[in-house]
């Protein structure tokens, strides 16, 4: 496994102002080149903010978080009540 940079809180807040900024760099990360659906290849998702997913014309979803330690959990990306 790949080691990760630690950062403070501080310096995450820094990075990551908003929850946008926030999903911006995960989908970078996740898809450099773009989402592509495992299901039939297609590059055509949207976003279903309610659910913080991204769905595929063809009906399949994806979550940015899945795989990681915020899988399946409700929190926000970013914790605004620590600010």
């Known amino acids: 496994m790949a080691q990760q940079e630690s950062i403070d809180i501080?310096?995450?807040?820094r990075w990551?102002?908003?929850?946008d900024a926030c999903r911006d760099h995960l989908l970078k990360i996740c898809w450099p080149e773009g989402p592509t659906c495992?299901?039939?290849g297609g590059r055509?998702?949207?976003?279903?903010?309610?659910r913080?997913?991204?769905?595929c014309r063809c009906g399949r979803q994806v979550s940015l978080t899945a795989g990681t330690i915020m899988h399946g959990s409700?929190?926000?990306l970013r914790d605004e009540a620590r600010e």
């Open 16 to 19: 990551f102002a908003t929850d």
């Open 38 to 40: 495992a299901k039939c």
């Open 74 to 76: 409700h929190t926000p």
């Open 10 to 13: 501080l310096e995450f807040q």
């Open 52 to 55: 913080n997913v991204y769905e």
């Open 44 to 50: 055509n998702f949207y976003r279903i903010s309610a």
